[in-house]
């Protein structure tokens, strides 16, 4: 009899949308607040935060225009505003809803922020200063940009790691105090950097109930759950919610409760790439019947998962390493050789039984050489991927057949080596 | 003239051949340097021939193996040769992977299954004010300029970085020079010639090439055309480094328009202004790069608008348009281009934008676009 | 007074209109092009003479344009189908600023100055998506003719949405949701509006600006017309016959030619 695969919902998750959408709404309102507005890409967000600022995230924003169901609309402003539609879509949609607002377009309210008064630029990739660009050369916006390199090896870590620090202490923190008006607020950013470890450090022991077999969760719980260790960063409701959602994931444990009803997954799964935040609901379609169920991915495990490094007393220097150090290194994720050294690690912590690498069309910040990737541990750990194309948030990239077919094989090809065994 | 254009032509109708021959020739070793920005001049200094990745001419085959189909023409096209054993005559690679997302795998897939003896990754900053940024890119070749001397056993004195740097810089005058001459009678030469000779810079050592552009630069002065009465003049603008490149300058002529100058990679843009020869030569390739090398999408720039770069380039040419070449899959130029076009139409630029694609050949549409736009500044 | 003609070779179908001096429409005539231009362009000229009960030798001037422009080998010189389009919508409509021309395999949309003069135009000659040719394969994959699944449209109650705009996934996709059971008329609309989508998109980068006027083929599609209509929030302005359009531009010029 084929069994019937269905999700088990988590209660806590639902505690997250309300401290979302008050972040976002206290951004939307900010200005009228007589408060500043920065906007950010790259690891950067963290020095408007210590300001006092209310701050914009480039990836938060667009996760929540997917979350809202603004996502189309907006892409459609700036198609209108001749954005071609092969440029990242993340740029697309903050371009769009700019133009919407200089325009009188109607949009959802919702996904209208203010312009800010600094938008700082890390540029890990090109697109990442190019809408920072656009912003400044469209709209008037005072942009301060970074360059944020991904080390391909090791071993061009440290120089990195000097040449990022430099540019936070000598261009960042000047720059906040010169739009602020007043000293750069070190005592602010510890204490940032101190909720913040509390709030991974829980949101780590969390991820252990990944590992149970059955998992106690899905990785898409996980994902609407990200924001606390991401943008709502020094917010103390981080450690209540991640507290609540360790209590509900023990208690599941002690009941056997598995993320997939009734009696657990078929195959667990790593997922590549972005989470495509427009078609959440539209994957999890089409993992659950199948009995699969996806458990850690890069992207979300670029939040922090060593969160005993954060050294709050010394912050800036902390989050230079945290992104560059040795030790944590977010960025080497970055490249295909640390990329392999994660999945590695994934693979064996959380037994892993196939690879599902999400490629997105428009942004090739995370497609690095995934087939590559793919050979390279399907060689050495058996574990078979498949890469799935589409994006983070434009539909018109994404094509259903193409995904379930490429699925079906994923499963098709776990089964056969089950069998060989 | 003839003679030189002859060998230009030879150069790079078949640059895998050429390039084959050139180590054989010279008992010298070949850097592979994937464009843009790769400062040569250290490689020539360090006694190997370094030498400017093309774009190849054939079909993607196993390279769809080891890229998407959504990574633009030359990222794709260079993989493929690469995995196919088409490039086997390198010795080594260099790569800048701050210019675009899509370089960034290059080195993997090449330490996979290229194995090069030698292959560095550049990191220049994308951004160009500050000391950080400027300390960092002299860091960077600092770098770059070890990693050559630990391959190849020898220093790199200050004085040999120097006389290559000479050696580089009287190319860039030469080629200038070249550009100059036809600016007075652009009849002289086809476009297609001219983005050959920039080609063959590229590929040739560079005291090889200052020889045979002095002679046809000579020829050139020599020469006399007719020039044709009543032609539009247009500035392309963009990059050129995939199929159809020359193809689509023929199609511009054709129809009637002239290309006096050009804002293109293959292009003007290879040889914009020079290193200066003061002071230490690794900060003069710094300054080089971080100030005076071409505004381009690839950088982080607002201060300055590409668009009023090309309308400044339009206006000294006298010419009426622009026509912008952009590559499919080209992420930086994609984005750029909607604030590029918006400041055209704000300045009431004539400007229009065909887009190519490697191995997807749509002549017959872009002629009709190319025509339209002729019609359109000849007012028909 | 000199008569001139205007041919229009396109991909899908080849377009003639004659003019006399004044500058009337005395006959015209749409046949498929086949894979023989120069052939369909020599049959369309022939047959609008003999509409016209004219001879060739009364014609003065002949101008090509379309697709196939350079293969008339009766034409005395040959322009573009955008400058075309513009001469010809600016002739049916003087107040014209806006051309929307959805031809057999390319769609196009041009902003005309005053004067007529083309200001800027983009086109899309990539794929199929959004063309005559996409509304051909749909119309096949419900089995009804191109002007049924037009009527059709205002039958639906559920407008459904046709997420892809490659001719070739489209199908696949329409074909499914027949599977799903879903109503003919309903994937009719969904078929309609993603060519809407597509058209809107274009007229946003060269701006919109009222007069609109909808040539080629498609427009005979009154689906289509009410969906661009529905999401430009303008109403079209549609000749009797909007395929000839290019061909009376070129006759237009032709006839500045002579």
Excluded at chain 2, 42 to 70: C, F, K
């Amino acid at each position: 009899m084929e069994i019937k695969y269905k999700v088990n919902r988590l209660q806590t998750t639902n505690e997250i949308r309300p401290l979302v959408d008050k972040h976002w709404a206290d951004l939307r309102t900010a200005k009228e607040r007589g408060e500043k507005v920065a906007w950010a890409s790259g690891p950067s967000f963290i020095f408007a935060y210590a300001m006092g600022m209310k701050c914009h995230f480039m990836a938060g924003y667009s996760a929540y225009c997917g979350g809202i169901g603004a996502g189309e609309e907006v892409l459609k402003v700036a198609e209108l505003a001749g954005d071609l539609p092969e440029s990242c879509s993340y740029h697309r949609l903050h371009m769009g809803m700019g133009e919407a607002v200089a325009r009188g377009i109607p949009i959802n309210p919702q996904a209208i922020l203010p312009m800010p008064d600094l938008m700082v630029a890390g540029r890990l990739c090109p697109e990442m200063s190019h809408y920072a660009e656009g912003l400044n050369r469209r709209f008037g916006v005072r942009v301060l940009p970074i360059d944020l390199p991904g080390p391909y090896s090791k071993d061009d870590m440290p120089r990195i790691r000097e040449f990022v620090y430099r540019q936070f202490k000598e261009v960042v923190i000047p720059t906040f105090e010169e739009v602020c008006g007043k000293p750069f607020d070190y005592d602010r950013m510890s204490e940032i950097l101190r909720i913040l470890k509390e709030v991974a450090l829980l949101r780590n022991k969390c991820w252990e109930f990944f590992k149970d077999k059955p998992s106690r969760w899905t990785l898409w719980d996980y994902g609407v759950s990200i924001a606390p260790v991401f943008y709502l960063m020094g917010n103390p409701a981080g450690i209540t919610y991640y507290e609540k959602l360790l209590k509900e994931l023990q208690e599941r444990r002690e009941k056997d409760i598995p993320a997939v009803a009734p009696d657990g997954e078929k195959y667990r799964l790593y997922w590549d790439g972005w989470l495509p935040w427009a078609f959440l609901g539209k994957f999890m379609r089409k993992f659950i019947p199948n009995g699969a169920v996806v458990l850690c991915g890069r992207y979300p495990w670029e939040f922090f998962p060593h969160p005993e490094l954060i050294d709050p007393e010394h912050p800036v220097e902390s989050w230079a390493d945290l992104y560059y150090g040795m030790e944590s290194h977010l960025t080497y994720s970055f490249s295909p050789k640390g990329t392999i050294d994660l999945i590695g690690e994934l693979i064996e912590d959380y037994s892993i039984d196939g690879l599902v690498m999400f490629s997105s069309k428009t942004c090739r910040v995370m497609n690095l050489a995934q087939p590559e990737v793919i050979d390279v541990l399907d060689k050495k750990y058996g574990v078979p991927g498949v890469i799935v194309e589409g994006d983070m948030i434009d539909s018109a990239m994404i094509s259903d057949a193409q995904i379930e077919t490429r699925l079906q094989a994923l499963f098709e090809m776990i089964d056969g080596r089950r069998k060989r065994k | 003239m003839e003679k030189a254009m002859k060998k230009i032509v030879e150069v790079t109708s078949n640059p895998y051949a050429y390039v084959e021959g050139l180590k054989e020739e010279n008992n010298k070793k070949i850097i592979g340097c994937f464009p843009m920005y790769v400062p040569e001049e250290l490689i020539h200094a360090a006694g190997m021939i370094p030498v400017v990745i093309w774009r190849g001419n054939e079909s993607v085959t196993w390279g769809h193996a080891h890229v998407p189909p959504y990574d633009c023409g030359i990222t794709r096209s260079f993989v493929d040769d690469a995995v196919r054993g088409k490039l086997s005559f390198m010795d080594g690679f260099v790569f800048h992977i701050r210019q675009c997302l899509q370089a960034g795998e290059f080195p993997f897939i090449m330490e996979r299954h290229f194995k090069p003896a030698y292959q560095k990754v550049l990191y220049l900053p994308a951004l160009y004010a500050g000391d950080a940024i400027r300390d960092f890119a002299i860091t960077e070749l600092e770098s770059f300029k070890k990693s050559l001397e630990d391959f190849t056993g020898k220093e790199i004195t200050g004085d040999s970085l120097k006389k290559s740097i000479e050696t580089y810089n009287e190319n860039r005058t030469l080629l200038e020079r070249v550009y100059e001459l036809r600016r007075g009678k652009p009849e002289i030469l086809k476009a297609r010639e001219v983005m050959q000779i920039v080609w063959s810079s590229m590929l040739m050592p560079k005291e090889e090439n200052n020889e045979l552009l002095k002679e046809l630069i000579a020829g050139m002065k020599k020469k006399t055309v007719e020039t044709k009465k009543n032609s539009i003049k247009v500035i392309p603008v963009g990059c050129l480094c995939q199929t159809l490149q020359f193809d689509i300058l023929d199609l511009i002529e054709d129809l009637g328009m002239i290309i006096p100058d050009d804002d293109l990679y293959i292009g003007s843009r290879y040889f914009a202004n020079k290193v200066g020869l003061d002071g230490n030569p690794i900060e003069a390739l710094a300054d080089r790069y971080l100030t005076k090398s071409p505004l381009c999408p690839t950088k982080g720039v607002w201060d300055i608008h590409w668009g009023d770069e090309a309308i400044k380039k339009m206006k000294d040419n006298d010419a009426k348009g622009i026509i912008s070449i952009l590559i499919k899959y080209c992420p930086p130029h994609a984005c750029y281009y909607p604030d590029f076009k918006s400041k055209m139409d704000k300045e009431g630029i004539h400007e229009i934008m065909i887009q190519v694609e490697h191995e997807v050949i749509t002549l017959e549409a872009t002629k009709t676009r190319l025509q339209s736009f002729v019609e359109i500044i000849g007012g028909v | 007074m000199a008569i001139v003609s205007g041919v229009d070779v396109g991909s899908l179908c080849t377009k003639t209109v004659i003019l006399n001096g004044d500058g009337e429409i005395l006959s015209f005539d749409i046949i498929r092009s086949g894979h023989y231009y120069q052939g369909a362009a020599d049959e369309s000229i022939e047959n609008a003479l003999k509409t016209a009960g004219l001879k060739r030798q009364d014609i003065s001037y002949i101008l090509g344009t379309g697709y196939g422009r350079s293969s008339i080998s009766q034409a005395d010189s040959e322009v573009t189908e955008i400058t075309c389009h513009a001469r010809g919508a600016k002739k049916l409509f003087p107040e014209v600023r806006t051309v929307s021309d959805i031809g057999g395999q390319d769609s196009k949309v041009i902003g005309i100055g005053e004067g007529g003069i083309v200001n800027n135009f983009v086109m899309n000659d990539k794929c199929a998506a959004g063309t005559g040719r996409f509304l051909e394969v749909m119309a096949s994959a419900l089995s009804v003719d191109i002007d049924e699944m037009g009527k059709l449209y205002f039958a639906s109650q559920n407008k459904l949405e046709v997420s892809s705009m490659c001719t070739v996934f489209a199908e696949s996709e329409v074909i499914s949701l027949f599977a799903q059971g879903h109503m003919k008329a309903d994937i009719a609309a969904g078929i309609a509006h993603a060519i809407a989508r597509r058209i809107i998109g274009m007229v946003g980068q060269v701006g919109l600006k009222d007069e609109v006027v909808m040539s080629g083929g498609v427009a005979k599609n009154a689906g289509v017309v009410c969906a661009i209509e529905e999401r430009l929030k303008v109403k079209l302005s549609v000749a009797q016959e909007p395929q000839i359009v290019g061909a009376l531009g070129a006759a237009i010029i032709a006839s500045e030619r002579v």
